[in-house]
């Protein structure tokens, strides 16, 4: 049982916008930043946002991060074939002392 | 360019100990904390550890808590994990990663990871 709760799935055509949620508390997302993943089949996981809502160089602006009390959400907007895959938010738990990951959400394009 | 290799998995017997390696290159290693995560089969991804750029703070995920040791060698640009005690539950891909941001001593060191390694297979079989 992860202490950041994600969707376990979502799915959308070519072209759509989906979202997704991570649930947390005021030990985790409450107080600190959210970080988001992309983990593609075969590949490493790489960090789409930061600090909530911002994107390292390279990522597209397609993909975008919100924050709201103890949730965060991804949007990706645009969706392409190549975005099918696992997404993970994070952050840092003040009563766990340490760092924490969603469960992930599997992205399936139609 | 940057880059973090890891080395040292394995396959091992329940309570058997290993120690992983992670050898940077690219960057001015010293200036960085460093994590690793971890992805069990079928599983998603679980923080395990990180430590600071001095290697003087030091966390831990609770389920590696009192089993597992971070360390670092700034002078070999090189972070390590000693695993010991090693159970089924072990068994997974081990990454290292490195924080977005150098420079220096921060709380929280969030999984903050802009740079990751392409991973080591530890399995942990009877």
Same mark, same amino acid.
């Given at each position: 049982q992860s202490v950041l709760t994600q969707s376990p799935s979502v799915s959308g055509t070519p072209g759509q916008r989906v979202s997704m949620s991570c649930f947390g508390s005021n030990s985790n997302i409450g107080i600190f930043y959210v970080y988001w993943y992309q983990h593609l089949p075969g590949a490493v996981p790489k960090l @789409?946002?930061?600090? +909530?809502n911002l994107r390292p160089s390279?990522?597209?602006?397609r993909f975008s991060g919100s924050k709201s009390g103890t949730s965060a959400s991804l949007a990706i907007s645009g @969706?392409?074939?190549? +975005?099918e895959g696992d997404y993970y938010c994070a952050a840092w738990d003040d009563s766990l002392r340490g760092g924490v990951f969603g469960g992930g959400t599997k992205l399936t394009v139609l | 360019q940057v880059q973090l290799v890891e080395s040292g998995g394995g396959v091992v017997q329940p309570g058997e100990s290993l120690r992983l390696s992670c050898a940077a290159s690219g960057?001015?290693?010293?200036?960085y904390s460093l994590h690793w995560v971890r992805q069990a089969p079928g599983k998603g991804l679980e923080w395990v550890s990180v430590i600071s750029y001095s290697g003087a703070s030091l966390f831990y995920g609770d389920s590696v808590k009192g089993r597992f040791t971070v360390s670092r060698d700034n002078s070999k640009n090189t972070l390590y994990l000693q695993m010991n005690?090693?159970?089924?539950?072990?068994t997974a891909v081990y990454y290292c990663a490195r924080h977005r941001e150098g420079g220096g001593y921060y709380?929280?060191?969030?999984?903050?990871?802009?740079v990751w390694g392409q991973g080591t297979q530890v399995t942990v079989f009877s």
């Open positions: @789409l946002i930061y600090k +909530d390279g990522v597209p602006d @969706l392409r074939s190549e +975005d | 960057f001015t290693f010293r200036s005690s090693l159970t089924t539950e072990d709380y929280p060191p969030s999984p903050d990871l802009s």
